[in-house]
């Protein structure tokens, strides 16, 4: 099947611009997280969504947002670029999150991730 | 606080020799854990993981691991390593039932093996 999908690829922005990336989740999956992936830093959690809902958000500021839609494809939103956001943004998708009946179960764990290539940002 | 600390930056080895990267983590509760590879070039995959029962799992590609609790770590083991396992392994836990949705990743350790 096919795996986690990510658009675009590559691009390039200057700084006070905004972007979105998207991300197709494997069919089937309802939890989609996202990372940051930086030489400096390395993989930084930024948020996660089940069911359109974002369940946990990671320390960065609020130009990065994002949402889930009812198809469980999601996108992040980076506004007022700067310099230091240029990285690698990683999308992955997981199983687990639900009962497999559409209820959200608050306490259950992602488990295995499954990563996209990434969408690596240049911000100029 | 949560963190995982991978000990090598940058392993360089030897067709044939053995090795073991390094992974120990700070958290507060119990901790599923995991090694993630990626292959120059390629997305990260899922090289093992540890959920409960016994502490050694066996993963792909002759990978193994052992969680020992009592020192916090999941160092990654490999009896013989070939020239297609240079790759940049990561190291991760999630806090079961707690960071739900969350990844907490190591840094990642780069092994180059020479043919």
């Known amino acids: 099947k096919a795996g986690v999908t990510q658009t675009p690829r590559y691009l390039i922005k200057t700084r006070g611009q905004q972007v979105t990336l998207s991300c197709s989740p494997i069919s089937g999956h309802r939890s989609v997280s996202w990372y940051q992936q930086t030489p400096g830093q390395g993989l930084q959690f930024l948020f996660e969504?089940?069911?359109?809902?974002?369940?946990n958000k990671g320390n960065f500021p609020g130009r990065f947002s994002g949402r889930q839609f009812s198809n469980s494809r999601s996108e992040m939103n980076v506004s007022t670029l700067e310099l230091g956001d240029s990285a690698l943004y990683l999308c992955a998708s997981s199983l687990a999150g639900g009962n497999g009946f559409g209820d959200l179960i608050a306490t259950s764990n992602t488990g295995e991730l499954f990563f996209g290539e990434g969408s690596r940002l240049t911000v100029l | 606080a949560q963190s995982v600390s991978q000990h090598n930056h940058h392993v360089i080895l030897s067709e044939a020799a053995s090795l073991e990267l390094g992974c120990n983590y700070s958290y507060g509760g119990t901790v599923n854990l995991f090694w993630y590879v990626q292959y120059p070039g390629q997305h990260l995959q899922l090289l093992l993981k540890?959920?409960?029962?016994?502490?050694l799992v066996k993963g792909i590609k002759g990978f193994e691991a052992e969680f020992i609790k009592s020192k916090f770590s999941f160092n990654l083991r490999k009896p013989s390593v070939q020239w297609s396992d240079t790759a940049e392994y990561f190291c991760a836990l999630e806090g079961r039932g707690s960071t739900l949705g969350r990844l907490y990743f190591g840094r990642g350790t780069q092994l180059t093996v020479w043919p």
């Open positions: 969504y089940f069911s359109e809902t974002q369940r």
């Open positions: 540890y959920f409960s029962g016994d502490p």
